[in-house]
């Protein structure tokens, strides 16, 4: 057990002051620490902190959350990306608030049931909430615990169990919390700080095999491309500019969103485009965006239309600044081009 004491220690001294860590270990909030796992999953702390404390100051508790739409939801986690998470939380939150009296489950078993909390989510706050006897395992642990052994490319289940030799019975949540900080902020995947490390007498990687501790740069794959047409469509009447919602399923789902065509890898195909046929005819774009997601990348062009007065799809009028921050990063780009 010397290894935990050194690493929490370690912690006790230098851990990460999270707006969702409550130094009151009596008194955790499940569900800030339910919110932020949901965050982070896919996204790095420094991003989700801004969004966080947004999020929390909108839906206080779970019953707020529950209570509000799906919109409202959506308009908060606007920028966070990856959407299918707020929907499942708008969707856990009620299941909590109907089914379980706005109580979270207290086991990993119960937890995993609900949408959005998968393995991972449900030991973290079994562990970190409950200070249950729980093993957690993301990106940042299984590179810590890897190297500590000098056992590489191992299972999870593996891992687990390496964890379970030394997880303190006392302090698990702690010891699952000084684990993320230790992977995030001194035993990095490129350059880590071995020499101020807490465990470096005692980590085999860094003792016995030091040019495992050298990450190789994988070459970036070639991303695939689509092309899409999208349309700024303003009102003369009082320059309102028309919004639609995305469908629930696919990127951006449910969001709110300028019109645009489908996201097509033969921009040849655009020509096809029924939406605004005569006016893509008969103009230019006024401007093209470019976006990445996580496996293409969009190259979005950019229409500005302007009627009279009615228009027949579905969606409404808004204002631009009203509607800016319920937008995707990538409609705000398109409608930075007008700002």
């Known amino acids: 057990m010397y290894t935990n004491k050194k690493i929490l220690k370690w912690f006790d001294k230098e851990k990460r002051n999270l707006p969702w860590r409550n130094?009151?270990?009596?008194?955790?909030?499940?569900?800030?620490?339910?919110?932020s796992e949901i965050m982070l999953q896919q996204t790095k702390v420094n991003a989700v902190i801004p969004y966080f404390q947004k999020f929390i100051n909108k839906f206080p508790d779970i019953n707020s959350l529950a209570s509000s739409s799906l919109e409202d939801v959506l308009s908060y986690w606007a920028g966070l990306g990856y959407y299918s998470r707020a929907r499942n939380v708008h969707k856990c939150a009620d299941i909590i608030v109907t089914q379980y009296n706005g109580s979270f489950p207290k086991t990993e078993k119960e937890l995993i049931k609900l949408p959005g909390i998968g393995d991972y989510t449900a030991s973290a706050i079994c562990a970190i909430a409950y200070n249950e006897f729980a093993i957690a395992v993301d990106i940042n642990i299984e590179r810590v615990i890897s190297r500590i052994y000098n056992k590489h490319n191992l299972k999870r289940e593996d891992i687990k169990s390496l964890i379970k030799k030394i997880i303190p019975i006392d302090r698990p949540g702690d010891f699952t919390e000084a684990l993320m900080d230790l992977g995030s902020m001194i035993c990095k995947a490129?350059?880590?700080?071995?020499?101020?490390c807490p465990v470096n007498s005692i980590c085999k990687t860094y003792l016995e095999n030091k040019e495992a501790l050298i990450k190789v740069i994988k070459t970036n794959k070639i991303k695939h491309i689509r092309y899409g047409n999208c349309y700024i469509v303003s009102r003369d009447t009082d320059k309102k500019l028309f919004f639609i919602r995305r469908p629930n399923n696919g990127l951006l789902g449910g969001m709110l969103s300028f019109p645009s065509s489908k996201w097509l890898e033969d921009k040849n195909k655009l020509h096809n485009e029924k939406l605004f046929e005569d006016f893509i005819k008969n103009n230019k774009p006024l401007h093209v965006v470019n976006h990445i997601f996580s496996h293409f990348k969009l190259i979005l062009n950019i229409y500005n239309l302007k009627i009279s007065n009615s228009i027949h799809i579905e969606g409404e009028w808004i204002e631009l600044?009203?509607?800016f921050q319920q937008l995707p990063s990538l409609m705000k780009k398109v409608a930075k081009i007008i700002i």
């Open 23 to 35: 130094s009151n270990k009596s008194n955790i909030d499940t569900y800030k620490v339910w919110i």
């Open 190 to 196: 490129r350059q880590p700080n071995c020499l101020n």
């Open 321 to 323: 600044n009203e509607a």
